[in-house]
């Protein structure tokens, strides 16, 4: 490559979604104070009977599953050399890199003392799943960062360097595929370690290997949301001949999920319990319903399948159930053994929500500025220099 | 493992002595609460008729060791599981994990760290009894070698059968605890986790964590042999393949894997 495409930078127009960012990051600072000033207790619906919530609930458990996305890919493409899917190759590495820097930041505010987190580089504890995660998030953000900064060299046109960072892409792939692996499962393998606590709904032997299979499929969904989110802003089509496949692949993983759930509550007998009129049970069924049956229901028909708006709707419901199952293990379901009721404080939810709407304009700027969606060679001189997005589509013809 | 404390909710009366004598002992606010909390390691509160003592168990294979991501949490030989205030990170995972809901938080400092019982680590260094044992009037709270204080409930049950429950519970429960209770009253209805396993809790997830090195080691090998599979398979289409030549890349990243 002897030019380097750069997206051409629209005028910045403000609009409503930028007035909600500002707010919301300037309430982000005031809470960002009472938290670091006044403790946990003044800006949290924590308690010693309820220690985890909304923060690991959604922002780590949800944070971490929604990057998935990028191992998959990357194994996809790079491991499995399926080179049609190579065009959603960058935007899902950012998604997932800004997913894990998400992660980070959540956890500086879960954290009590968020100052001492390089203790777990130096004061070993292999017994500990919350070493191993600890481990997983500094390593895979660092392979993250590594698979990500190609295309910040590109921009800078230091192309040697980044020829450089090719040499070890397939040693990296393969860490970043295992790094994943262990990350995804070993979230759910923290819950093993509460059998007495969390309801059977949710207790499983097997939550390893459910956090794995549900990150995978709900990683995928996230690309499909993820490609309509970023479509509609730069007023692109659906690559519906990419994620079509993607959509079927993510049919089969949240299938064999969702059997996998249903038989292992059968053999700890409370598949009957599910149709109770307990709340565990509403939860579970709405979880199971969005996460589930709606994206397998729908998707399985190949003329959905090829529909823009089936495509959204089946992979938003995926990343929607997966959201609740996510929330459901770390707050629904311990919420009976603990004997409280824990709804997070105002101030919980604009850290959370701040720092996603910081990841959106993260993604926002990164796609405006960087080569995310790489003009392919062949399009040069087609007359879609102009934008670099139109002719992202355009790559998609094999 | 060595000492252990024998908890008899028949003898105590509820004085108080010994959340008195603890908070003296550890430096804690004097202030009394009904619950245990950070400041307030243990405490008497009364459950169907009884007093029972809210404290830490100090499980023989303790759950809170197992999940403390820098080792904060700490078994030592002679019983306590003691807590380095210096390392811990605040993930508040032994606050999370233990089965008997022992460790709490600072939740009102900017700089928390975790309070529990740590069963007098320091005196018993030093050849004493716990600040608690040495102060209650009624031998509600005994102290001695874990052994002998599991003959003496055996011995209490055997000789007034009637007044007991016929269970010395932390004999068995998470596999057992340097703390023993024996009551009158049936321990669910003092508070206790009875849905315990009697195995340690840490065998859950040392289970899958101790196979890590394996799925690295394996899953790392897989993906390599699929990837050296795929790529060979690549090229061979690329030259023999129809259009071999529009599906070459003109700019040549033949180093990209």
């Known amino acids: 490559m002897t030019s380097v495409p750069i997206p051409s930078v629209r005028p910045f127009r403000p609009g409503f979604w930028h007035a909600v960012l500002v707010l919301l990051v300037i309430a982000l600072a005031g809470v960002t104070l009472v938290r670091f000033t006044r403790g946990l207790g003044a800006s949290t619906n924590l308690s010693d009977a309820f220690p985890w919530g909304l923060w690991i609930g959604f922002d780590i458990l949800c944070g971490v599953g929604l990057a998935a996305g990028a191992f998959t890919v990357m194994a996809t493409v790079h491991l499995f050399h399926l080179r049609r899917f190579e065009p959603i190759v960058r935007p899902t590495v950012l998604t997932g890199f800004l997913g894990y820097l998400f992660v980070v930041c959540a956890l500086m505010f879960d954290l009590g003392q968020p100052w001492r987190i390089w203790h777990a580089m130096v004061f070993w504890n292999e017994h500990s799943v919350m070493f191993e995660v600890a481990w997983c998030v500094m390593l895979y953000t660092t392979v993250l960062s590594l698979e990500f900064a190609p295309i910040v060299f590109e921009r800078l046109r230091l192309v040697r360097v980044r020829n450089l960072l090719r040499t070890v892409n397939t040693p990296l792939v393969i860490l970043g595929v295992l790094l994943s692996t262990l990350h995804q499962s070993s979230l759910g393998t923290l819950y093993l370690i509460v059998p007495e606590k969390l309801h059977p709904l949710w207790y499983s032997p097997w939550l390893p290997l459910e956090f794995y299979l549900s990150a995978i499929g709900a990683g995928i969904g996230m690309i499909i949301f993820e490609s309509h989110l970023s479509g509609r802003a730069f007023g692109r089509e659906l690559e519906i001949g990419l994620l079509e496949p993607l959509a079927r692949v993510m049919v089969v993983v949240l299938a064999f999920y969702g059997v996998l759930r249903l038989d292992l509550l059968w053999h700890a007998r409370v598949l009957g319990t599910i149709f109770r009129p307990a709340y565990e049970s509403r939860m579970f069924l709405v979880e199971f319903g969005l996460g589930v049956l709606v994206p397998v229901g729908l998707l399985s028909w190949s003329r959905i399948r090829h529909s823009a708006t089936g495509l959204v709707v089946g992979g938003t419901s995926a990343v929607l159930g997966f959201v609740m199952h996510r929330l459901n293990v770390s707050i629904t379901g311990l919420e009976r053994a603990s004997g409280t009721h824990y709804v997070p404080s105002w101030m919980e939810l604009t850290v959370s929500l701040g720092l996603v709407a910081l990841g959106f304009a993260a993604f926002a700027l990164a796609v405006r500025y960087l080569p995310i969606f790489p003009e392919p060679v062949r399009a040069h001189g087609h007359g879609r220099t102009a934008d670099p997005l139109a002719a992202c589509s355009a790559g998609v013809e094999p | ?257």
């Open chain 2, 1 to 257: 493992m060595r000492y252990g404390l024998l908890l008899d909710t028949t003898r105590c009366i509820g004085c108080g002595a010994c959340t008195a004598a603890c908070k003296e002992q550890n430096g804690l606010p004097l202030d009394v609460e009904d619950r245990t909390t950070a400041y307030t390691w243990t405490t008497v509160q009364s459950r169907g008729g009884a007093n029972v003592r809210r404290m830490c168990m100090h499980c023989l294979s303790p759950t809170c060791v197992s999940v403390c991501p820098v080792g904060a949490m700490r078994k030592t030989p002679e019983g306590p599981v003691v807590y380095d205030a210096e390392r811990c990170i605040g993930c508040r995972y032994c606050v999370q994990a233990c089965p008997f809901n022992v460790p709490k938080y600072q939740w009102d400092r900017a700089v928390p760290v975790v309070g529990k019982c740590v069963m007098c680590a320091a005196r018993l260094q030093k050849g004493q009894a716990t600040a608690c044992a040495s102060v209650c009037p009624t031998g509600a709270t005994l102290f001695g070698e874990r052994d002998a204080m599991v003959a003496e409930a055996r011995r209490r049950l055997g000789a007034e059968p009637r007044r007991y429950v016929d269970h010395i519970y932390g004999l068995a429960e998470a596999g057992g605890t340097s703390v023993l209770m024996i009551s009158s009253v049936p321990f669910a209805e003092l508070g206790l986790p009875t849905n315990l396993p009697n195995e340690p809790l840490p065998g859950l997830t040392w289970n899958v964590l101790s196979r890590v090195p394996d799925i690295v080691l394996l899953g790392g090998t897989l993906l390599y042999g699929i990837y050296w599979i795929t790529k060979r398979r690549e090229l061979v289409r690329r030259l023999e393949g129809p259009g071999a030549q529009a599906e070459l890349d003109p700019g040549g990243d033949g180093g990209d894997a």
